[in-house]
């Protein structure tokens, strides 16, 4: 079993590299249409709220996953 350090740890690490995937994926979509002119700096601000939101929804839902299959031992 993970001690409570190991488990922040890896929780941290799990949080900050799907938030990065989260954002190179988002720089493969073209949001320009959607920016008012002048607005650049809110609207990088505004994809960097939204990938961090749902980098941290994936890395919950994987770290739950991981959690629930290490559980599964005690089904028996």
Do not use: C, N
Request: proline fraction near 1%; aromatic fraction near 18%; hydrophobic fraction near 60%.
């Amino acid at each position: 079993m993970f001690s409570i350090g190991q488990t922040a740890i890896m929780s941290m690490v799990s949080h900050l590299l799907f938030i990065l995937i989260t954002w190179r994926v988002m720089q493969a979509v073209k949001f320009d249409p959607l920016v008012r002119k002048g607005r650049v700096f809110e609207a990088r601000i505004f994809l960097l709220f939204i990938a961090i939101a749902i980098g941290t929804a994936v890395s919950r839902f994987f770290l739950e996953f991981l959690h629930w299959s290490g559980d599964l031992i005690y089904l028996f």
